[in-house]
């Protein structure tokens, strides 16, 4: 019986180098793809390295202490819908606040499996009554009238009420605070 013919192909000793690059760039591809599609969400779920609990508590601290005292000053006494400045600086302020407390409330549920207030609930409200306050302020920059029985354009009404909608949620926040302190 005949053997079947086979063709031996010899490789040049220059081709070597490429050859084994090649394959090393292969495998290393290969395990690169294993290692993500074996992480699953772990890669989603990254946090910057300077988020800790404690820094979370301070940050939502300095909200209820400083931010919300310096908020209230500005609806209660400089709040002038005719400096747009003003506005935009508020603005400005809540939607960074609502970034770093967002951005907080992401790395503790992922870490500690609790909210940056209270509960899940409060924290939507909370979020929710920031956004309603620098939505209002937006539409007062952007022009929006706010007619009174007189016909005269005055926000000052719906904006306050904005606010202190998010003061007693603060508020409620910073009660429930004092009190587990109190009980540790």
Excluded at 66 to 86: A, D, I, Q, T
Aim: hydrophobic fraction near 35%; include cysteine; proline fraction near 4%.
């Amino acid at each position: 019986m005949k053997t079947p013919y086979r063709k031996t192909t010899h490789l040049h000793p220059s081709t070597l180098p490429n050859l084994r690059r090649k394959v090393t760039q292969a495998l290393s591809a290969a395990m690169t793809l294993g290692i993500l599609l074996s992480s699953g969400n772990a890669a989603a779920n990254a946090h910057p390295s300077y988020l800790t609990e404690s820094y979370c508590d301070g940050l939502v601290e300095q909200f209820v202490d400083s931010g919300m005292r310096s908020l209230g000053k500005y609806v209660n006494e400089n709040f002038k819908p005719e400096y747009k400045g003003g506005i935009r600086n508020t603005i400005n302020f809540l939607k960074q606040r609502s970034e770093w407390l967002s951005e907080c409330d992401a790395y503790l549920k992922d870490t500690a499996s609790v909210h940056v207030f209270h509960d899940e609930k409060n924290t939507k409200d909370i979020f929710a009554a920031i956004d309603a306050l620098a939505k209002e302020l937006q539409l007062v920059r952007e022009g929006v009238e706010y007619p009174d029985e007189s016909g005269a354009n005055n926000p000052h009404p719906f904006i306050k009420s904005r606010y202190e909608t998010l003061a007693e949620l603060m508020d409620q926040h910073h009660t429930r605070i004092l009190m587990k302190k109190q009980f540790q």
